[in-house]
């Protein structure tokens, strides 16, 4: 059973920076695409940023493209979400998610599968 555990969300001022991390644990994490989604309230879930099994592609939100990256660290089973430039459009509950297709060379941002249950992120102005 696959189990994604969120950590470092917080308070921000607006232009601050903050570095999410996910634990991943029940799934061959060196094999499978990694993703970050999140959610506003009263808005849809939002894709922020994905990385492929083996760190080559990743792919980023509109929104969020030059000042976010996402990146791994197989030996820990994580994956991160560097957070730069921060806006208050970004406050949102951020979820981790797994790709349960295996050795996938590309992204497909719909395709993710597995969820943490989440890291609010609150940017203040």
């Known amino acids: 059973q696959a189990q994604l555990v969120e950590s470092g969300g917080g308070v921000v001022q607006v232009g601050g920076s903050l570095r999410l991390s996910c634990a991943a644990s029940?799934?061959?994490?060196?094999?499978?695409?990694m993703a970050w989604f999140r959610q506003a309230p009263g808005k849809e879930r939002e894709f922020v940023a994905a990385?492929?099994?083996?760190?080559?592609?990743?792919e980023y939100g509109d929104s969020v493209a030059g000042r976010f990256t996402i990146t791994r660290y197989n030996p820990k089973n994580a994956v991160y979400l560097q957070m730069n430039n921060l806006t208050l459009e970004d406050t949102a509950v951020y979820y981790c998610?797994?790709?349960?297709?295996?050795?996938?060379?590309?992204?497909?941002?719909?395709?993710?599968?597995?969820w943490g249950q989440g890291t609010q992120v609150t940017v203040a102005s």
């Open positions: 029940g799934l061959n994490f060196n094999s499978v695409g």
């Open positions: 998610a797994a790709d349960p297709t295996s050795f996938r060379p590309i992204i497909r941002r719909t395709e993710f599968k597995h």
């Open positions: 990385l492929t099994w083996n760190g080559v592609t990743a």
